[in-house]
C-alpha cells in the first residue's frame, strides 16, 4: 500500500522536520494536570498529558473540530483534488461516551463544501482504521483529542495511565492528520501477519534497524517486547532503542495510525535519515502489529 503524507498538526508544530526532531530528540512537551485522578484504590495523582496550547481550556468535541478544520483549510483540498484522483474523504473521528459521532456528519458536510465548492467529494465517517484497507485514491484525515479528565479517567480504568511519579503509563494527547493513499504514494506500508514473533521474523528485522513504538507504554508491554525480540540480539548486540511517539507527543485515539505513518514519513524525509531504507513503526493496541514503511519508486509530486 502506497501514500503520502499531506499535513500534520500536534504539539511539535505542523513541520516535517520538527516532527522528526521532537521524537528523535526526545523533546518534553508533557506537562501535570490540575485535576487528579484515581490510579488504584489508594491513590489520587495529577496525570501527565500533551496538549496544543492554542486548545488549553476548550472541551473534547470544539478541539476536535477546531483541528479538524485547520488540518482541512491547510491541505488546500481544491487544489490537491485538480493534481490527483480522490474518489473519497475518510475521517477517523472519535464517539463520544454516549456512542454517537463526536463530529456529526452535517458538520463535516459543511467543511468540505467551504473547501471545495464546486465540487464536494464524497464522504464516510469511521472511528476505526486500517491503512491495509483503505481504497486506493482515499483522502485519510484523522483527529482525535485524549486529553480531558473525563477521557482520561475512563482509560485509567482500562489501561495504567502516567501519573506524577507514578510507574511506566500512557501519556494522552491530541492531534490531526491528512494522507493520501493512491498507487503514486512516495511512501509504501508493508504489513506482516500472524503473531508479533512471527511478524518481526518475517519482517527480518535486524536490531540495528530504526524503530517507531506508536502503541501504549507500561512495564508489562516493555518485558513482552524484550521476550518478543530476544532471540534477534547477539552478544555485542546493544538494546533496540524505539522512537517513543506517545510519550513525546501523547496516545492520540483514533488518529495514532495516522500520526505513526507519519512520522516515519518525517523519519524517512529527513536528510540525516538518506541512507535508512526503511523505518519499522509497531502498535500494541488494539491488536499487536508490525508495519515497515519505506520509499516507494514513484517519485514525489506532493
Known amino acids: 500500500m502506497q501514500f503520502d503524507t499531506l499535513y500534520h498538526v500536534n504539539a511539535a508544530g505542523c513541520y516535517t522536520e520538527s516532527f522528526y526532531t521532537s521524537v ?34 476548550f472541551d473534547r468535541q470544539t478541539r ?19 493534481s490527483f484522483r480522490v474518489n473519497k474523504v475518510q475521517f477517523i473521528l472519535p464517539h463520544a461516551s454516549n456512542g454517537e459521532p463526536l463530529i456529526d456528519d452535517d458538520t463535516l ?28 485514491d482515499t483522502l485519510v484525515v484523522a483527529v482525535d483529542s485524549c486529553n480531558d479528565f473525563e477521557y482520561v479517567s475512563e482509560q485509567a480504568k482500562h489501561h495504567t495511565v502516567q501519573v506524577v511519579n507514578g510507574p511506566s503509563g500512557v501519556i494522552y494527547g491530541e492531534g490531526g492528520y491528512a494522507l493520501l493513499v493512491h498507487r503514486q504514494g512516495c511512501l509504501k506500508a508493508t504489513t506482516f501477519d500472524e503473531s508479533m514473533p512471527t511478524q518481526l521474523q518475517r519482517a527480518n ?29 547477539k552478544n555485542d548486540d546493544e538494546l533496540i532503542e524505539f522512537a517513543e511517539l506517545n510519550t513525546v507527543l501523547g496516545y492520540q485515539g483514533v488518529a495514532n495510525q495516522s500520526a505513526a505513518f ?15 531504507e526503511h523505518v519499522f513503526v509497531v502498535f500494541n493496541q488494539p491488536t499487536e502489529q508490525l508495519f515497515k514503511i519505506s520509499r516507494s519508486e514513484s517519485e514525489c509530486h506532493i
Open 205 to 233: 528485522i535486524q536490531v540495528s534497524d530504526s524503530f517507531i513504538f506508536a502503541g501504549m507504554q507500561s512495564y508489562e508491554w516493555q518485558k513482552q517486547w524484550f521476550s518478543y525480540t530476544q532471540k534477534h540480539y
Open 262 to 276: 507519519a512520522l516515519a514519513g518525517s523519519y524517512l524525509h529527513n536528510p540525516l535519515m538518506a541512507d535508512t
Open 109 to 136: 458536510s459543511e467543511l468540505l463544501t467551504n473547501a471545495m465548492p464546486e465540487q464536494t467529494p464524497a464522504f464516510e465517517q469511521v472511528s476505526d482504521w486500517q491503512l491495509e484497507a483503505t481504497d486506493l
Open 64 to 82: 476536535c473540530l477546531l483541528i479538524l478544520s485547520h488540518v482541512i483549510e491547510n491541505i488546500e483540498l481544491k487544489k490537491l483534488c485538480c
Open 24 to 57: 528523535a530528540n526526545q523533546m518534553l512537551y508533557s506537562k501535570p494536570s490540575k485535576a487528579l485522578i484515581r490510579c488504584d484504590i489508594s491513590l489520587d495523582a495529577p496525570y501527565v498529558f500533551v496538549e496544543l496550547t492554542e486548545l488549553a481550556g
